[in-house]
């Protein structure tokens, strides 16, 4: 059963979570549970398309009354899979990283600087994955990542010799080498190439040494403690036509996705009769001072604008991100309504 591509509830019922039905649930969960699964370079692209579709790049832990984010793999599946959660990068990269391993891919978890505000980050606040084992591209590598927001669509030729590599949705990608010595992934914006993230140059086609997801927990728990996470909601969810994001209370669609056409619909703007039998009437063209009665008016006023509100976004996470009411039962959007409008606004 799908909505919007996305799996609902009813179809994962009955899961093991630690037997052999795991990578069953989540192929079903991203819509690809008939492939054929020969470790081949169309399927790695499907699989990274379909959970881009089907998987939202989403912080609602940290906004449902003080969540908090394990990367233990038992709970990251019964998230993401068996609840038809999202998560950010740790999560939705650490998942897959599981289910490529589990279909016989070689999956390399990759700590990465994230470029924000003129410079790189001075922790690796993101983890991408260097994949090879491709039965039919032997001794390429492939850089694959499901978490940053909006990523490439396809897996990118792992090759540091600053080609560009253009994938299925539009977006224009090239991996370089810095001055450092590190690799760097950049892409075409607005006419130029701009630095998104910064990695250790390190001989990926071996897992000697590689670390696993647990290693990462301190990043993520640094990620989840005060940073933009904290700050306002997000949502986002891409195809190859469309991308819808969700920042706080301001739900917008862009198609085509890149360089494309923005639909902006603001979820926090009230309808006039909220305002209506909550007792904040007042003689027109008369001073007056606060009344008891008048302030608790306004307070009612404003309780009801923000269940609405509240109503509002948790409908749109259902109908475009196949996220459950149970899920945002205690939703909080405080931190999200008093937060920069300019937080997430690249996305």
Same mark, same amino acid.
């Given at each position: $059963?799908?909505? /919007?591509?996305?799996? =609902?509830? &009813? @179809? &994962? ?14 192929? @079903? ?13 169309p399927l790695l692209a499907a699989i990274v398309e379909a959970h881009l579709a089907s998987v939202p790049f989403e912080n609602l832990e940290l906004h449902r009354g003080g969540g908090s984010v394990s990367l233990d793999e038992t709970a990251l599946f019964d998230k993401l899979v068996l609840r038809r959660r999202g998560g950010f990068c740790f999560e939705v ?8 391993g589990e279909l016989g891919y070689q999956s390399r978890l990759v700590p990465a600087f994230v470029f924000a505000n003129g410079g790189f980050r001075p922790v690796p606040t993101h983890v991408l994955l260097v994949v090879g084992g491709v039965s039919d591209r032997p001794g390429d590598l492939f850089l694959v990542d499901v978490g940053f927001g909006e990523p490439?669509? +396809? ?6 010799? *600053? ?28 006419? %130029? ?14 897992? #000697? *040494? &590689? ?12 990620? =989840?403690? !005060?940073?933009?996470?904290?700050? !306002? ?8 036509? +469309? #991308?819808?994001?969700? &920042?706080?209370?301001?739900? !917008? ?7 494309? =056409? ?6 926090? @703007? /009230?309808?006039?009769?909220?305002? #209506? ?9 008369? @001073? ?19 269940? !609405?509100? =509240? ?20 939703? %909080?959007?405080?931190?999200? $309504? ?7 606004? /690249?996305?």
């Open positions: $059963i799908h909505v /919007h591509g996305v799996m =609902t509830s &009813a @179809a &994962a019922e009955g899961v093991d979570r630690d037997g052999s039905h795991r990578l069953e649930a989540y192929l @079903a969960r991203i819509g690809l549970e008939h492939v054929e699964r020969r470790c081949s370079f990269n650490g998942l897959l990283h599981a289910m490529l490439a669509l +396809e897996p990118l030729l792992y090759a540091t010799d *600053g080609a560009e590599q253009c994938t299925c949705e539009g977006l224009r990608s090239r991996l370089c080498i810095s001055e450092g010595g590190d690799v760097v992934l950049e892409w075409f914006q607005e006419g %130029d190439w701009a630095p998104r993230l910064r990695w250790a140059d390190e001989d990926y086609g071996t897992l #000697k *040494g &590689a670390p696993d997801l647990a290693s990462f927990q301190q990043y993520c728990d640094q990620v =989840t403690a !005060k940073s933009i996470f904290t700050e !306002k909601l997000i949502m986002t969810r891409l195809t190859r036509h +469309e #991308k819808v994001t969700l &920042a706080g209370t301001v739900l !917008k669609t862009t198609s085509p996705r890149v360089g494309g =056409t923005k639909s902006i619909l603001d979820l926090s @703007a /009230h309808e006039p009769d909220e305002d #209506k039998g909550n007792g904040a009437s007042g003689v027109e063209g008369e @001073a007056q001072p606060p009344s008891n009665e008048a302030t608790q008016g306004t307070h009612r006023v404003r309780e009801t604008r923000m269940v !609405k509100c =509240t109503e509002r976004v948790r409908m749109a996470m259902l109908e475009h991100f196949a996220i459950g009411m149970s899920e945002t039962e205690s939703l %909080d959007l405080s931190h999200s $309504i008093r937060a920069d409008s300019g937080i997430w606004g /690249h996305l």
